[in-house]
C-alpha cells in the first residue's frame, strides 16, 4: 500500500518552519523529553538498545530527531518513513529484527514524537488557527505512517506463519520412513507419500476411512490386538514383522498422542521397511546350513585319513607326535571353518544383471569395492582345463533345469590356483517371465591339498615323516590364511588355566569364571582393528571382561543366553568398549567346545555394528525432535474437503474449539462453526474452491467461542485438473485486533479530552481576564462610596460605622481577589521571556527584608546553604515563588516549638534545585491533593487567598519545571523546585 510520488501529501510552510524551529532552538529539550516519556510508557523496543550507554542513547536519538526535521522540511517524511519501515520488514535495520517489533512499538513511538512536539508548540507560536492546523497536519500525517506500518507488521506476521507451515510440510512430505497416524476409531488421519509409494494406496482415497476398511484382515492380527495397549498411553514397538499383503519385513513405531485433558485421543504410526535387512539375515542363515554341511563331508573325510593313520600307525611309531600336532592344527581349522562364509553369485538371464556376495569376491582374489565380473569374464577366472565342462553342466541346467555340482580350479590375479566346490541351479520367477542362474561356491583348496597329501601318503609310505611335518607347515598356513582373509572379527577364547568350566554348575558361578579365567588366545586382524588395534598381536592374552564389562546387563543376558542355548549362539548382541574407552556395538556368533562335560575354549565370530546403532539412535532423536515440533506448531490447519467436510484438523485447532477430534472430523463446516461463522466464510470457501488462492482477515462469530478477529489463507487441494477440497491455515488475532481498537479509542479519547481541555482552559482565561478587568472600576467606585459614608455619617452612629467597616473589608477582599485573578491570568497567558541572571541569595534577602515584620514576630530561624548562587530566569517570577514558599513557612508554623526554615540550593545534570523545609504544621495526607487548586485553603486560622501557590506551580511549569512536596502533620513540609536548565 505505498504511497506514489503523486499521492504524497505536500507538507505545509508552517509545519516546516515549526519542525525548523524545534531542530534551532529545542533539540536537547527534545531528546531529555523523549528519554522521560519513553521510559514512562515503557516502550517495548526500548529493551534492544539497553547495551547503550546513555550517552550513546542520546546521540542515537539527537541524530533520529534530527533526520527527522530535515524530512519535514524537504517534504519526504512519508516517503523516508516508509522506505525506513520497508527496511525493518526486509530485517536490514541494524540491531533490530523485525520479530523484535511488536505492535505497541509502533504505535507508542509515533504517539511519543507527536506529543512531544505538542509540548513545543506554545514557544513556536500563540496564533491558535496556525496552532490547529499544524496539529491537524501532523495527525494526518501520522495517521498514513501508522496505516502503513500496521499493515506492515500484519504482513510480516503472515510470512511468519507460511514459514511455520512450510516447514511442517516438508518434514512430513520428506520422511523416508511411512508416517501414518489415526483416531480411536481406527480412522486414518494421516497418510504420508511414502505410505502412498509403498502401498500403492493414495493419501485422499484413504483418509478418513477406517483402517478396517482398506484391510480388513487386520483385525485378526496380532497388531491389530497389541494396538489397544496403545490407546492406554504406551508405545508399542512391532519388531520384524511381514507384510500381510505384499512381499518383505518391517517394523513400526506406535507412539499415543493426548488432547488437552491428557487422554490418549489418536496415535501416529512410523513404519520402516526392513526388508533388505531380513533378506540379508535370511541369506546369512543358509550359508551357515550349507557350510554345516560341508563341514560334516569334511568331518567324513577327516575320519577317513585318521583311520588311515590309524592301519599306518603299526609300522610308523615314530610319527606319533608330529600326527598328535597335526591332529590338533586340523581340530582347530575344523572349529574354524564350522563358522566361515559361503560365497554366492546370481545371474539373471533376461536382463544379464549379475550379484556377487563379497565373499565371493574375496575368494576370487577381488576387492570386496570392484564391480562384479559379467558372465564371460567369470569364465577367465576358470582353469582353461576345467572351462569347458562348466560350460556344459551351467548349459545343460539351464535347459533341463536340474540342479548341478562340481569341483574346479580358477586362477585369481595374483596367479594364485584355488579349488572350487561350486553348488547352482537354474530357476524360474515372476510366474515363469524371469530365468535366473545361482550358485553357492566354497574355497575347497586345503581339503584338497589334505586328499593329493593323502594320495601320496598312500603311495609312498617310506617318505610319510617327511610329507607329514610339510603338511602340518602347509595346514598352519592354511589356517592363518583363513584367519586373516576374513573380513569378520575371528578369535578364540581360552579356559585352559582352570582345565575348563563345568557345565553343571550355575549360570552365576559359569559367568564368574568366564570373567575371571576367559582371555583371548588367538584372533584375526579384523577382530583386533575393531578394537582400535593394528593387529592381533597387540591384543592376544587380554581378559574377556577388559572390553566386555561384566556390570552391564545386556552382557550378563548375552553369555546367559549362550549357556541355555547349549553353548552355541547366533546373531547376539554384546555392548563392548575399545581401547580408548568409546562404546562399541557388535553382532556375534559364539560355538563353545565342551568335551567331557566342561567348556574348553569358545569360538566365536563378531560383526561391528557400531555405526548401525548409532544410525538408529541419531533417527530416534530426529523421530523425537519430529514429534516435538509437529506438537508445538501454534499454527492452526484444517483441510476441508469439496462438501465443506472437515477432513483433518491438527492440534491447535481442535484445542481452540474445545471439542474432541471425532466432534470435528467429517462434519460440516456450519455443524462445528455455526450458521453465522460458516456463512461469513462461505465466499473464500467457494472461492478457493474455483482452484483460486484466497487470503483474507476478518471478523468471525462462531458458536463456541464467540467472535474472532482472524487471518486466514485457503489453498486449493488440486487433483489432476479438479480441486478435491482446500488446505486452510488460520491465525486468531482478536487480541491484536483488541489492541488495536483500545489504541485507536484512546488515542481519539485522549485527542477529544485534549481538545476540550484547551477549550475550557481559554474559556477559563478569558473570563478571569474579563472579570479582573471589568470589575475592577466598580469595586473603586464603590470603596470610594464606602468612604465617603463614613465621613458624612456622625462620629455616634457606631452601628453605621460598623456597617461601613465591614464593607470596607469586603472591598478590600474583593480587590485582593481581583488583583489574584490578574496576576492568574498574567502568569497563564505569559511567558516572560526576559530572563537575566538573578541571585538567590540577593532574592531571598529582598523577601526577608519584605516580611521582617512577620520573620520577627515569629522568631523563626532561617538557615541558608545556596551551592548555585544564581542562574537564568526571570526576575519577578523567582521572586514570587520564594516570597510564597517563604511567607507560608512562617504563617503556617507551629506555636509549640521555634519555627526552623532552612533554604538550600544544588544541580543536578538537567535541573537547578531550589529546597524550602520547615518544621511547621505540615500537611494532612488526605488533603495534599488540594494542595495546588486554586483558592484552597488547607489552614483556616491564617488569613489567604489560596492562589499563592496555585500562582507558583503555573509559573514553575511554564518553564518545564515542576514542584514536588514532602510533608507529615505535625512535622513540617518541604517544597522542592526543579528549574529546568535552558
Excluded at 517371465?433 to 584338497?448: E, F, P, Q, V
Excluded at 464603590?782 to 460605622?801: C, D, M, N, V, Y
Aim: aromatic share 10%.
Amino acid at each position: 500500500m505505498t504511497l506514489s510520488n503523486t499521492n504524497l501529501p505536500l507538507i505545509s510552510d508552517n509545519l516546516k518552519a515549526f519542525a525548523a524551529f524545534l531542530q534551532q532552538n529545542c533539540m536537547d529539550e527534545l531528546i531529555a523529553e523523549n528519554f522521560k516519556l519513553i521510559r514512562q510508557v515503557n516502550l517495548p523496543l526500548l529493551a534492544l538498545f539497553a547495551h547503550l550507554s546513555e550517552q550513546e542513547l542520546q546521540a542515537m536519538s539527537r541524530k533520529s530527531f534530527e533526520e527527522y526535521f530535515e524530512q519535514i522540511q524537504n517534504n519526504r517524511l512519508i516517503e523516508a518513513t516508509q522506505a525506513n519501515l520497508n527496511e525493518w520488514k526486509a530485517g536490514r535495520l541494524p540491531g533490530i529484527s523485525k520479530e523484535n517489533v511488536q505492535v505497541s512499538d509502533l504505535v507508542l513511538g509515533y504517539s511519543i514524537r507527536k506529543r512531544i512536539m505538542l509540548q513545543f508548540m506554545p514557544r513556536f507560536t500563540s496564533d491558535v488557527a496556525m496552532a490547529v492546523q499544524i496539529l491537524s497536519e501532523l495527525e494526518h500525517l501520522y495517521s498514513q505512517i501508522e496505516q502503513y506500518a500496521f499493515q506492515l507488521y500484519i504482513d510480516i506476521q503472515q510470512e511468519e506463519l507460511h514459514r511455520k507451515n512450510e516447514f511442517l510440510h516438508s518434514i512430513i512430505e520428506n520422511s523416508v520412513d511411512g508416517i501414518s497416524a489415526y483416531d480411536k476409531d481406527m480412522r486414518v488421519l494421516e497418510w504420508s507419500p511414502e505410505l502412498e509409494k509403498r502401498n500403492g494406496i493414495k493419501k485422499e482415497a484413504i483418509i478418513g476411512k477406517s483402517i478396517l476398511d482398506v484391510f480388513p484382515d487386520y483385525i485378526n492380527s496380532e497388531e491389530y490386538k497389541l494396538l489397544g495397549r496403545v490407546f492406554k498411553g504406551e508405545k508399542v514397538h512391532f519388531a520384524d514383522r511381514p507384510y500381510k499383503y505384499k512381499a518383505g519385513w518391517y517394523e513400526a513405531f506406535n507412539i499415543p498422542l493426548y488432547n488437552k485433558n491428557n487422554e490418549v485421543s489418536s496415535y501416529v504410526s512410523i513404519l520402516r521397511d526392513i526388508s533388505e535387512r531380513k533378506a540379508a539375515e535370511q541369506k546369512l542363515k543358509e550359508q551357515q546350513d550349507e557350510l554345516r554341511s560341508l563341514n560334516e563331508e569334511l568331518q567324513a573325510q577327516k575320519e577317513e585319513l585318521e583311520a588311515g593313520n590309524e592301519e599306518l600307525q603299526e609300522n610308523l611309531t615314530q610319527l606319533e607326535e608330529i600326527q598328535e600336532a597335526l591332529a590338533l592344527n586340523e581340530l582347530r581349522l575344523r572349529e574354524a571353518q564350522s563358522i566361515a562364509q559361503l560365497g554366492s553369485w546370481e545371474y539373471n538371464l533376461n536382463t544379464s544383471q549379475i550379484y556377487w556376495s563379497d565373499e565371493m569376491k574375496r575368494i576370487f582374489g577381488m576387492d570386496e569395492t570392484e564391480p562384479a565380473p559379467d558372465f564371460e569374464t567369470y569364465f577367465t577366472y576358470v582353469h582353461p582345463d576345467d572351462r569347458q565342462l562348466i560350460r556344459n553342466l551351467i548349459e545343460k541346467s539351464i535347459q533341463t533345469f536340474i540342479p548341478y555340482q562340481y569341483e574346479h580350479r580358477i586362477i585369481r590375479p595374483d596367479a594364485g590356483i584355488r579349488w572350487i566346490y561350486t553348488q547352482g541351479e537354474c530357476i524360474l520367477e515372476h510366474e515363469g517371465r524371469n530365468k535366473k542362474l545361482r550358485a553357492t561356491c566354497y574355497d575347497i583348496t586345503g581339503r584338497k591339498g589334505a586328499e593329493i597329501e593323502l594320495e601320496k601318503l598312500n603311495k609312498e609310505l617310506e617318505q610319510r615323516v617327511a610329507e607329514r611335518t610339510e603338511e602340518l607347515s602347509k595346514s598352519e598356513e592354511r589356517y592363518r590364511i583363513f584367519l586373516n582373509q576374513s573380513s569378520e572379527g575371528i578369535g578364540r577364547f581360552e579356559l585352559e588355566e582352570i582345565g575348563g568350566v563345568d557345565i553343571s554348575l550355575p549360570i552365576e558361578k559359569q559367568l564368574a569364571l568366564y570373567f575371571q579365567y576367559g582371555y583371548l588366545s588367538e584372533c584375526n586382524d579384523a577382530l583386533a582393528q575393531m578394537y582400535g588395534f593394528s593387529q592381533a598381536e597387540e591384543i592376544t592374552g587380554v581378559s574377556l571382561g577388559t572390553f566386555l564389562p561384566p556390570d552391564n546387563p545386556v552382557n550378563v543376558t548375552y553369555l546367559s543366553n549362550f549357556i541355555t542355548s547349549g553353548y552355541r549362539l547366533e546373531d547376539a548382541g554384546s555392548e563392548e568398549i575399545d581401547k580408548d574407552g568409546k562404546p562399541k556395538y557388535f553382532l556375534n556368533n559364539l560355538i563353545g567346545i565342551v568335551e567331557g562335560g566342561r567348556l574348553l575354549r569358545v569360538w566365536c565370530t563378531q560383526r561391528d555394528i557400531t555405526d548401525e546403532k548409532m544410525a538408529k539412535e541419531a533417527l530416534r532423536r530426529s523421530e523425537e525432535q519430529l514429534r516435538l515440533v509437529t506438537d508445538a506448531v501454534p499454527i492452526l490447519i484444517t483441510y476441508i474437503d469439496k462438501d465443506h467436510r472437515y477432513r483433518f484438523n491438527n492440534k491447535a485447532y481442535q484445542e481452540w474449539f474445545g471439542l474432541e477430534p471425532e466432534s470435528i472430523y467429517g462434519k460440516h463446516m456450519q455443524e462445528v462453526l455455526g450458521k453465522d461463522a460458516y456463512y461469513s466464510l462461505v465466499p473464500y470457501v467457494d472461492k478457493v474452491l474455483q482452484g483460486e488462492r484466497v487470503h483474507f482477515e476478518t471478523k468471525v462469530s462462531y458458536k463456541h467461542i464467540g467472535n474472532r478477529f482472524i487471518t486466514g489463507d485457503y489453498i486449493p487441494h488440486w487433483e489432476g485438473k479438479k480441486v478435491a477440497g482446500l488446505y486452510a491455515v488460520v491465525s486468531d488475532i482478536s487480541k491484536q485486533k483488541t489492541i488495536e481498537e483500545a489504541l485507536q479509542k484512546a488515542l481519539q479519547e485522549s485527542y477529544e479530552q485534549n481538545r476540550a481541555l484547551e477549550r475550557i482552559n481559554t474559556d477559563m482565561d478569558n473570563f478571569i481576564y474579563v472579570a479582573s478587568h471589568d470589575l475592577r472600576s466598580p469595586v473603586v467606585n464603590l470603596e470610594g462610596i464606602i468612604t465617603r459614608f463614613q465621613k458624612q455619617l456622625p462620629a455616634s452612629s457606631a452601628s453605621e460605622q460598623t456597617l461601613l467597616r465591614f464593607a470596607g473589608e469586603a472591598v478590600s477582599r474583593l480587590k485582593q481577589t481581583i488583583s489574584d485573578l490578574t496576576e492568574i491570568s498574567r502568569v497563564q497567558r505569559e511567558i516572560d521571556t526576559d530572563f537575566e541572571s538573578v541571585s538567590f541569595p540577593e532574592i531571598f534577602q529582598e523577601v526577608s527584608m519584605d516580611i521582617d515584620t512577620l520573620i520577627a514576630e515569629s522568631r523563626a530561624v532561617i538557615h541558608t546553604d545556596f551551592r548555585v548562587e544564581s542562574m537564568p530566569y526571570a526576575r519577578k517570577n523567582l521572586r514570587s515563588i520564594i516570597y510564597n514558599l517563604l511567607s507560608n513557612a512562617i504563617k503556617y508554623r507551629s506555636e509549640n516549638k521555634i519555627i526552623e526554615i532552612f533554604a538550600s540550593t544544588y544541580e543536578t545534570e538537567h535541573d537547578i534545585v531550589l529546597i524550602i523545609q520547615d518544621n511547621g504544621l505540615g500537611i494532612p495526607e488526605k488533603q495534599k491533593y488540594k494542595l495546588f487548586t486554586m483558592f484552597k485553603r488547607l489552614h483556616t486560622h491564617v488569613e489567604g487567598s489560596g492562589i499563592g501557590l496555585y500562582i507558583l506551580k503555573r509559573i514553575v511549569e511554564n518553564y518545564g519545571g515542576r514542584v514536588q512536596v514532602e510533608s507529615q502533620e505535625g512535622q513540617g513540609s518541604a517544597f522542592t523546585i526543579f528549574f529546568r536548565k535552558s
